[in-house]
């Protein structure tokens, strides 16, 4: 008799336990932030800018690699540049139903307010410049090499949604990197794709020929700071 209560009591004791860790999981999920100190909220236009001014270069733009054809995603020299205003949308199990069509009437630049939804880190989402139909994708280095380096840049010929393995290079996250301000980083490690092998990485900045484009690298990383669009710094 005694044993069976003890046992019970171990049962219960457990559950407790259980359904107090449940809220603290999902209080680790923070929002994005913008200088500011809001929320990111999904279709609205942010520009990307170095978190460290002085000379480290200023917001991300796009351009064309000398030996590609294809639109590549850079930092801008300038630290007075905040370069082109992005989209964010994160992944949702609805999207693998919906068409381009309409993803793309969800990232405009002037969202319904029924649609908006929060930004939050580490959550698989795509990113789009304001005015570019596509979203960014990391360069597959083995098909099309846009440079001797093998660098995996980040280039924009991703289209948005449908996560799976067709499009599973075009997911990225959102990491915040500083306690005491927001100060982020763009990682590669998607997990819409179960059965994808993927090398992850931070997407950092790569020199070459006086650009600086945006690579996945293990051992670098681009620290940069949310600015809303039409806003000064």
């Keep these: 008799m005694f044993l ?4 019970s009591s171990l049962l219960i004791l457990a559950f407790a336990l259980q359904s ?3 809220p603290r ?4 999920t923070h929002s994005v932030l913008d200088t500011n100190g809001n929320e990111l909220q999904a279709g609205h236009p942010y520009y990307i800018v170095s978190a460290y001014r002085e000379g480290r270069g200023g917001g991300v733009s796009f351009d064309r690699g000398q030996s590609s054809r294809t639109a590549m995603v850079k930092q801008l020299s300038s630290d007075k540049n905040f370069g082109a205003p992005v989209i964010l949308f994160p992944v949702s199990k609805s999207q693998e139903k919906v068409d381009r069509e309409r993803v793309l009437r969800e990232t405009s630049r002037n969202p319904s307010p029924a649609r908006e939804r929060i930004i939050r880190e580490s959550t698989d989402l795509n990113i789009r410049f304001s005015d570019m139909p596509v979203v960014w994708q990391v ?3 083995r098909q099309s090499p846009s440079s001797p380096s093998q660098n995996r840049h980040v280039i924009l010929e991703g289209q948005p949604g449908h996560p799976g393995p067709s499009t599973v290079r075009n997911w990225f996250r959102i990491e915040r990197m500083s306690k005491s301000s927001p100060e982020y980083r763009v990682a590669y490690c998607p997990s819409v794709c179960d059965s994808c092998q993927v090398e992850c990485g ?3 900045v790569t020199m070459e020929s006086g650009n600086r484009w945006l690579s996945v690298s293990q051992h670098r990383e681009f620290p940069f700071v949310f ?5 000064r710094w």
């Design 4 to 7: 069976k209560l003890f046992i």
């Design 20 to 22: 107090e860790a449940e």
């Design 25 to 28: 999981v999902q209080s680790h």
């Design 139 to 141: 360069e597959d280095s």
């Design 202 to 204: 931070n997407i950092g």
């Design 227 to 231: 600015v809303k669009a039409n806003r």
